[in-house]
């Protein structure tokens, strides 16, 4: 089995900024592609960021120029950057991972609140 982890959500400003991280472990032999999703209350989860393992990016539209994605593959780690945070980024944010351990599977985090708000 493997877990994910994150930590880094919170209360924030509009204009601010937060840093999300995602610790992997558990049977890891791969780690393929990973990322962040979002879910804000009545809406569906969506796409923020994806990262694969040679460090190709993929942003939302509505992240580019304010989120970055990167990792550690060393530290089976993902983090988002988040910077420039508006009410409407408000949303449980979750990690995502492709792995390889005893099968191919993925695998989600518990999700770590983001609340962007004066």
């Known amino acids: 089995q493997v877990q994910l982890v994150e930590s880094g959500g919170g209360l924030v400003q509009p204009g601010g900024s937060l840093r999300l991280s995602c610790a992997a472990s558990?049977?890891?032999?791969?780690?393929?592609?990973m990322g962040w999703y979002r879910q804000a209350p009545g809406k569906e989860r969506e796409l923020v960021a994806a990262?694969?393992?040679?460090?190709?990016?993929n942003y939302a539209d509505s992240v580019k120029g304010r989120f970055t994605i990167s990792r550690d593959n060393a530290k089976n780690t993902v983090n988002l950057q988040m910077i420039s945070l508006k009410p409407e980024d408000t949303a449980v944010y979750y990690c995502?991972?492709?792995?390889?351990?005893?099968?191919?599977?993925?695998?989600w985090g518990q999700g770590t609140q983001v609340t962007v708000s004066s």
């Open positions: 995502n991972a492709d792995v390889t351990g005893v099968y191919r599977k993925v695998y």
């Open positions: 558990g049977i890891i032999f791969r780690l393929n592609a």
């Open positions: 990262i694969t393992s040679g460090g190709n990016t």
